[in-house]
């Protein structure tokens, strides 16, 4: 399969790595030289120095008839404009990001229509939405719902007074709607079994019905933890103040703090209870003059990484209640850091928009694919196929690869939580974790012959 992309900039470059991978033959285009350089450098893809908008560059033989064009230049205007010239000369599917939030709210079934444009990406959208998520289950790093909705991925932190820690898993008393999915730690993927058990500090994974995983979460519940009610929010861009408006309508008392006055009067005026303060969120007298030692969670959507990292740092150790950290990130590199010298929740906007692709460009049954640990490992929804290897056996006769579990599947209205003895059928929405550079050798398991 061969996938165009055009823009060269951070999100393009995290969609490139990602695809090429996958073993796709990719094709980065940019007007930018020195853009250009760094994917060349460091990419295994074909590079082509020209503007993506452009009906020469289109009727390029390397670009034209490909199977997917990904648009992702910092304009939505030049994005839109490579998507219709890319069906006008044979690309067959595209992707275009659109950052401005008007499109996407009041015109984005127009744009689809009308634009010949398959998949809308917006990055601060897709984080915002992912934050609040994550704030709205106690105990979570992370939360992932699947097969719309009747199955959840639960990820968690294991504290050093979990109940649950150094006890092995066939001694716990898992409840019928949970699975124990994967534990990583120090930099290792496990699938666990029976004898193996939580240390503190692992990231520990459960999969299972939302009702079980709400009720199971409360065992990974600090202590010292309480219902959140204040939200202090340090940056009012596109993903702040998208953020700031779910919070508020889920009850929670929002607080923002922006150096951009403009930026300030826009999140204010959709604000009805929450306060919006023009200044700087580095200024220790301003956070303690605001009462950043009783926010329940601080959330850093600064553009700078580094400031993010700081202002997380500076609000947990100012914090009496031991505020909750969420940093969103821009170099998918600095996440490991920052989880190591304790920011609570790490997230990069550039990984989700990516896994929304991957899965866009897998297709052949897989609906969705969430990215874990820096994309070392993937939560993947695939409907089976007819005529897959897996239907219509017992999974302990499958002989799937060993880096790959099946954490459950939805027939109809019913979830399973399956096990060796379990059986597939064509259409069953299945949920895998997999490690990611054995996705493509797991996913023919669950493709048909065609």
């Not at 990719?26 to 452009?54: M, P, R, W, Y």
């Not at 490579?82 to 659109?98: D, E, F, Q, Y």
């Not at 009720?215 to 933890?225: E, G």
């Not at 005529?387 to 060993?402: I, Y």
């Amino acid at each position: 399969m061969r996938i165009v992309v055009v823009g060269a900039g951070k999100l393009g470059y995290s969609i490139a790595d990602l695809l090429s991978k996958e073993q796709f033959d990719v094709i980065v285009v940019d007007h930018d030289e020195h853009q250009l350089e760094a994917v060349k450098d460091t990419l295994d893809v074909l590079t082509v120095f020209a503007n993506g908008a452009s009906p020469i560059t289109m009727n390029d033989p390397d670009i034209r008839n490909s199977d997917i064009l990904i648009a992702v230049t910092a304009s939505d205007e030049v994005n839109m404009v490579c998507c219709i010239l890319a069906k006008k000369h044979g690309i067959r599917h595209t992707i275009a990001r659109i950052r401005d939030m008007q499109f996407m709210s009041e015109a984005k079934d127009y744009l689809k229509q009308n634009f010949d444009i398959d998949l809308m990406l917006n990055p601060e959208t897709i984080t915002a939405h992912e934050i609040n998520r994550i704030l709205m289950t106690p105990a979570a790093l992370d939360v992932e719902d699947f097969a719309q909705g009747k199955v959840r991925l639960f990820e968690t932190k294991v504290h050093r007074d979990s109940a649950l820690a150094n006890i092995p898993f066939k001694d716990i008393d898992m409840p019928a709607g949970v699975l124990a999915a994967m534990i990583f730690r120090d930099h290792h993927m496990i699938i666990p079994h029976g004898d193996d058990c939580l240390k503190r500090h692992d990231n520990a994974y459960f999969v299972g019905i939302p009702s079980a995983i709400e009720q199971f979460s409360a065992n990974f519940v600090q202590r010292d933890a309480h219902k959140l009610h204040n939200v202090m929010i340090i940056g009012a861009g596109r993903t702040g103040r998208a953020l700031a408006v779910m919070l508020e309508k889920q009850g929670v008392m929002v607080k923002v703090i922006e150096q951009n006055k403009e930026r300030c009067d826009l999140l204010a005026s959709k604000l009805t209870r929450g306060f919006v303060l023009c200044g700087d969120g580095t200024d220790i007298d301003l956070l303690m003059k605001e009462d950043v030692q009783g926010a329940d969670v601080v959330v850093c959507l600064t553009e700078d990484d580094k400031l993010n990292l700081m202002l997380a740092l500076l609000a947990r150790h100012l914090s009496q209640n031991k505020a909750k950290t969420v940093v969103r990130v821009t170099r998918n590199e600095y996440v490991e850091l920052m989880e190591k010298v304790g920011v609570d929740v790490v997230l990069s906007a550039r990984l989700l928009s990516a896994s929304e692709v991957l899965a866009f460009a897998r297709r052949g049954g897989v609906v969705s694919v969430s990215l874990l640990e820096g994309a070392r490992a993937e939560a993947v929804e695939v409907i089976v196929q007819e005529g897959a290897p897996v239907a219509g056996k017992r999974l302990m006769d499958v002989k799937l690869p060993r880096e790959c579990l099946v954490c459950a599947y939805v027939r109809g209205e019913e979830t399973v939580i399956p096990n060796g003895n379990s059986v597939l059928q064509p259409g069953d929405q299945t949920i895998l974790i997999v490690q990611t550079q054995f996705s493509q050798k797991v996913m023919r398991y669950f493709k048909g012959k065609n």
